[in-house]
């Protein structure tokens, strides 16, 4: 018995520790997976086919489960991809998941109010966006004033600002990569380096680790224009 308890025990310990891979769909997957188990399941079983991924999510339903005919497709499209035989390298996945969002949805509903929808910006109250240059300059920086904010005085194709852009740091890491990528390309494409390459969730999470105030992102801002 005392055995059976230490097993049980290990196994919730590993399945609080792990994760599952990130991806389009991971989301849903938490949400109906774990009604009826925890993550060691889906994660001991790494390496299934899509047919014996398809078998567990109908046996899944057969048994209860709240999945629809769509949730059914992307739940099985996930695990068959992700956890299959075949699951593709970090990077890809990252990029995969960046792709998922709608950057553009993204930029409406965080930034345009302030900004505008066509990132022109407000005179005198809120930069512009489009063909500004320091925004080109690393697409880390646009990144840092998503995630942390940015404070202090700053000059934008010759006008002068002086305000605070609270952090949106609230935002997941693939919706953070998808927005700065939109308003990168859509605003700012004759600006951008010829070997520009677009940002994805995993580099805006390593971004995150950095935990810089509003007024480090500024500094930040003020070392990229001086070239250091």
């Given at each position: 018995?005392?055995?059976?308890?230490?097993?049980?025990?290990?196994?919730?310990?590993?399945?609080?520790?792990?994760?599952?891979?990130?991806?389009?769909?991971?989301?849903?997957?938490?949400?109906?997976?774990?009604?009826?188990?925890?993550?060691?399941?889906?994660?001991?079983?790494?390496?299934?086919?899509?047919?014996?991924?398809?078998?567990?999510?109908?046996?899944?339903?057969?048994?209860?489960?709240?999945?629809?005919?769509?949730?059914?497709?992307?739940?099985?499209?996930?695990?068959?991809?992700?956890?299959?035989?075949?699951?593709?390298?970090a990077e890809e996945a990252a990029a995969a998941e960046?792709?998922?969002?709608?950057?553009?949805?993204?930029?409406?509903?965080?930034?345009?109010?302030?900004?505008?929808?066509?990132?022109?910006?407000?005179?005198?109250?809120?930069?512009?966006?489009?063909?500004?240059?320091?925004?080109?300059?690393?697409?880390?920086?646009?990144?840092?004033?998503?995630?942390?904010?940015?404070?202090?005085?700053?000059?934008?194709?010759?006008?002068?600002?002086?305000?605070?852009?609270?952090?949106?740091?609230?935002?997941?890491?693939?919706?953070?990569?998808?927005?700065?990528?939109?308003?990168?390309?859509?605003?700012?494409?004759?600006?951008?380096?010829?070997?520009?390459?677009?940002?994805?969730?995993?580099?805006?999470?390593?971004?995150?680790?950095?935990?810089?105030?509003?007024?480090?992102?500024?500094?930040?801002?003020?070392?990229?224009?001086?070239?250091?």
């Open positions: 018995m005392k055995k059976g308890i230490l097993i049980a025990l290990l196994l919730a310990g590993l399945a609080m520790a792990e994760e599952l891979p990130k991806g389009p769909g991971v989301d849903l997957v938490y949400a109906k997976c774990q009604i009826c188990h925890d993550l060691t399941y889906p994660l001991q079983n790494a390496g299934l086919s899509e047919a014996d991924w398809e078998g567990i999510v109908d046996d899944m339903i057969d048994y209860g489960a709240p999945i629809n005919e769509e949730e059914r497709a992307v739940i099985i499209k996930y695990l068959a991809t992700y956890l299959g035989p075949n699951p593709p390298p960046t792709a998922a969002v709608d950057g553009k949805a993204a930029y409406a509903a965080n930034c345009a109010g302030c900004h505008q929808a066509e990132g022109q910006g407000v005179p005198g109250a809120f930069p512009p966006l489009k063909g500004n240059p320091v925004l080109v300059k690393d697409a880390t920086y646009p990144a840092l004033v998503v995630l942390f904010g940015l404070q202090g005085p700053i000059e934008v194709n010759g006008a002068a600002y002086n305000g605070a852009m609270p952090p949106l740091g609230h935002l997941d890491d693939a919706t953070v990569a998808a927005l700065v990528n939109y308003l990168l390309q859509e605003f700012n494409e004759e600006l951008l380096p010829k070997d520009f390459k677009p940002l994805d969730a995993a580099t805006v999470a390593e971004l995150r680790k950095k935990a810089l105030t509003p007024k480090q992102v500024q500094a930040f801002r003020q070392k990229l224009l001086s070239g250091e």
